[in-house]
T-cell receptor, first 115, second 111 residues
Framework: NAGVMQNPRHLVRRRGQEARLRCSPM?????VYWYRQLPEEGLKFMVY????????ESGMPKERFSAEFPKEGPSILRIQQVVRGDSAAYFC?????????????FGEGSRLTVL | QQQVKQSPQSLIVQKGGISIINCAYE??????FPWYQQFPGKGPALLIA?????SEKKEGRFTISFNKSAKQFSLHIMDSQPGDSATYFC??????????FGQGTRLTINP
């Protein structure tokens, strides 16, 4: 997990507020994936991005959720008007396209609690 | 077709024993099958991975067995240790696209 930086590690929001989660993949990794993990459950794919492009957002709810990975800076997962059901751990992972192994390197996650 | 089904949900093994976790998939396009290990409060970390051109891969105490015709693969942990207690996820992907994860197995190794 070393090298993939996620912040904040813990975030508390009240219903209706916005949550912004940031992810900086390892140097040289231009592909980023976001996953959501509910307590005692597996990892559910949300979105796959390259720099400035969304490649696959099939796992992202159509409303309130958005993601970006700008040319400069971290990838951001944004959740608007949070509800209690958004409480989860959100993991970001990076991939080295050049290596071609398929391995994803995960961060330590951002744990969102919605009151 | 996108699912990967993992069992058991939880597993208790005595120290020194063999831990076995199984996964099954439907999508024959999958070409990469990793196992991830996750400790509480941490992110998943790659443990071992296999591609469908081989039937077995061993790294230390960890072995993946792969049965292409049955569309099943399993993780074997030999000489299981208390430090192996964690949640294990199998996963699958194709063409370097997204990983699809199993539901996870919580492994407890009793000393």
């Amino acid at each position: 997990n070393a090298g993939v930086m996620q912040n904040p590690r813990h975030l508390v929001r009240r219903r209706g507020q916005e949550a912004r989660l940031r992810c900086s993949p390892m140097k040289g990794h231009s592909h980023v994936y976001w996953y959501r993990q509910l307590p005692e459950e597996g990892l559910k794919f949300m979105v796959y991005l390259q720099k400035e492009n969304i490649i696959d957002e099939s796992g992202m709810p159509k409303e309130r959720f958005s993601a970006e990975f700008p040319k400069e800076g971290p990838s951001i997962l944004r959740i608007q008007q949070v509800v209690r059901g958004d409480s989860a751990a959100y993991f970001c992972a990076g991939r080295d396209e050049a290596a071609g192994t398929g391995e994803l390197f995960f961060g330590e996650g951002s744990r969102l609690t919605v009151l | 077709q996108q699912q990967v089904k993992q069992s058991p949900q939880s597993l208790i093994v005595q120290k020194g024993g063999i831990s076995i976790i199984n996964c099954a998939y439907e999508n024959t396009a999958f070409d990469y099958f990793p196992w991830y290990q996750q400790f509480p409060g941490k992110g998943p970390a790659l443990l071992i991975a296999i591609r469908p051109d081989v039937s077995e891969k061993k790294e230390g105490r960890f072995t993946i067995s792969f049965n292409k015709s049955a569309k099943q693969f399993s993780l074997h942990i030999m000489d299981s240790q208390p430090g192996d207690s964690a949640t294990y996820f199998c996963a699958a992907s194709w063409g370097a696209q997204k990983l699809v994860f199993g539901q996870g197995t919580r492994l407890t190794i009793n000393p």
